[in-house]
């Protein structure tokens, strides 16, 4: 099978969309991701998988923590800047969650600990132990097909 085929069969799977996080010499680097699911809830875990040559990788491990924030259906635009689908700048509202920077409004914001990373293929699946989290009650961003979509 070909790239673009199993591509476009995954994108058959309707996800939100997250923007993951982290800090290294007090710069705040962020990605968008979707590849995010939840894991144990004892001890509470969660997964994000990530490319190893996004730049995104590297400061994770070397931070050894990160936050994932779901964001809400009104932040499309900060999915696209953390995307790099848009080239122009973006007033990004970060604020302070459990010592770390967060996407300011999203619809969940959570603060992890690297609890382990296994390398899978071309990217690295880092399962985080959650801190704490933060809920607001508003409808996700949702992405199916390659587009975002409305929660209906």
Same mark, same amino acid.
């Given at each position: 099978?070909?790239?673009?085929?199993? =591509?476009?069969?995954?994108? +058959?799977?309707?996800?939100?969309?997250?923007?993951?996080?982290?800090?290294?010499?007090?710069?705040?680097? @962020?990605?968008?991701?979707?590849?995010?699911? %939840?894991?144990?809830?004892?001890? +509470?875990?969660? /997964?994000? %998988?990530?490319?190893?040559?996004?730049?995104?990788?590297?400061?994770?491990?070397?931070? @050894?923590?990160?936050?994932?924030?779901? /964001?809400?259906?009104?932040?499309?635009?900060?999915?696209? $800047?953390?995307? =790099?689908?848009? @080239?122009?700048?973006?007033?990004? =509202?970060?604020?302070?969650?459990?010592?770390?920077?967060?996407?300011?409004?999203?619809?969940?914001?959570?603060?992890?600990?690297? $609890?382990?990373?296994?390398?899978? @293929?071309?990217?690295?699946?880092?399962?985080?132990?959650?801190?704490? /989290?933060?809920?607001?009650?508003?409808?996700?961003? /949702?992405?199916?097909?390659?587009?975002?979509?409305?929660?209906?």
């Amino acid at each position: 099978m070909d790239d673009r085929l199993f =591509k476009s069969a995954m994108g +058959k799977f309707a996800t939100g969309i997250t923007v993951v996080t982290t800090e290294s010499d007090g710069e705040v680097h @962020g990605m968008t991701a979707n590849a995010f699911m %939840s894991v144990s809830l004892d001890p +509470k875990l969660v /997964l994000i %998988s990530v490319a190893k040559k996004a730049k995104t990788h590297g400061y994770i491990e070397q931070a @050894g923590k990160f936050a994932v924030s779901i /964001l809400k259906d009104d932040q499309e635009q900060l999915s696209q $800047y953390f995307a =790099k689908q848009i @080239g122009k700048d973006v007033d990004v =509202k970060f604020e302070r969650f459990e010592n770390q920077s967060v996407i300011e409004g999203a619809l969940v914001n959570i603060a992890c600990n690297v $609890y382990d990373s296994h390398e899978a @293929g071309d990217h690295t699946l880092f399962i985080g132990e959650v801190i704490n /989290l933060q809920v607001q009650d508003e409808n996700p961003l /949702l992405y199916f097909e390659g587009k975002y979509r409305e929660f209906k």
